[in-house]
């Protein structure tokens, strides 16, 4: 499936991307029919209901959609847990409707990812809102996620080169300086990053050592 930020569509118009691909996934033919008359009403005509949760993840998959929509009853914790489990993989928006829920079912939705989990709340009128409000609650999240990872992979990074500095500095006799300076130098004839060459610096002294 395709990453990224996912837009609602809104345009400086007001008019809504027709374009945007939505998933129903609800059993019961008049929920489906609230949310589907609600984003039709709004403009969306890439709408598409699947009719029950067997082999979910399989049929998200084939259709791809921007955003997910879920309309349940009274969920079993069985269901719950599926429907979390796809939220974690897929990666998209999620937003649940459910008739009636716990604290603890609120929570596990919201470490699964889910977007917006809206309790009794499902009425035509508030449909476009919630969908707006997935969508921002995901793109602000992915946004949070994004940074967090490149703090992690600049840490990871330092690490290592520090770590080659050491043998270097041991091995060859060199300042803190120089050793980065020559992995500098070697990182930039190489056209490689400088975290590159100190994994080489790395791997070579285990080899060695």
């Given at each position: 499936?395709r990453k990224?930020?996912?837009?609602?569509?809104?345009?400086?118009?007001?008019?809504r991307d027709?374009?945007?691909?939505?998933?129903?996934?609800?059993?019961?033919?008049?929920?489906?029919?609230?949310?589907?008359?609600?984003?039709?009403?709004?403009?969306?005509?890439?709408?598409?209901?699947?009719?029950?949760?067997?082999?979910?993840?399989?049929?998200?998959?084939?259709?791809?959609?921007?955003?997910?929509?879920?309309?349940?009853?009274?969920?079993?914790?069985?269901?719950?847990?599926?429907?979390?489990?796809?939220?974690?993989?897929?990666?998209?928006?999620?937003?649940?409707?459910?008739?009636?829920?716990?604290?603890?079912?609120?929570?596990?939705?919201?470490?699964?990812?889910?977007?917006?989990?809206?309790?009794?709340?499902?009425?035509?009128?508030?449909?476009?809102?919630?969908?707006?409000?997935?969508?921002?609650?995901?793109?602000?999240?992915?946004?949070?996620?994004?940074?967090?990872?490149?703090?992690?992979?600049?840490?990871?990074?330092?690490?290592?080169?520090?770590?080659?500095?050491?043998?270097?500095?041991?091995?060859?006799?060199?300042?803190?300086?120089?050793?980065?300076?020559?992995?500098?130098?070697?990182?930039?004839?190489?056209?490689?990053?400088?975290?590159?060459?100190?994994?080489?610096?790395?791997?070579?002294?285990?080899l060695l050592?």
């Amino acid at each position: 499936m395709r990453k990224g930020p996912v837009s609602s569509g809104s345009e400086p118009s007001g008019q809504r991307d027709a374009n945007l691909k939505i998933a129903i996934v609800d059993e019961s033919a008049v929920r489906a029919a609230i949310l589907e008359d609600g984003l039709r009403e709004a403009g969306f005509t890439q709408v598409t209901r699947i009719e029950e949760t067997r082999n979910l993840l399989a049929r998200i998959y084939a259709l791809d959609p921007e955003v997910i929509l879920i309309g349940l009853e009274s969920p079993s914790r069985d269901t719950l847990e599926q429907l979390f489990q796809m939220s974690r993989v897929v990666k998209r928006p999620v937003a649940m409707f459910v008739d009636q829920s716990d604290r603890a079912s609120i929570q596990a939705a919201m470490d699964a990812g889910v977007s917006a989990y809206i309790v009794d709340g499902l009425r035509k009128d508030r449909v476009t809102t919630i969908l707006d409000l997935c969508i921002s609650r995901f793109n602000a999240f992915s946004r949070l996620q994004n940074e967090l990872d490149q703090a992690k992979g600049a840490l990871e990074e330092r690490k290592l080169i520090d770590r080659a500095k050491a043998i270097m500095m041991k091995a060859r006799g060199l300042s803190e300086d120089e050793a980065y300076a020559l992995m500098r130098k070697t990182a930039m004839n190489q056209h490689k990053k400088i975290a590159e060459i100190a994994q080489v610096v790395i791997t070579a002294a285990e080899l060695l050592g």
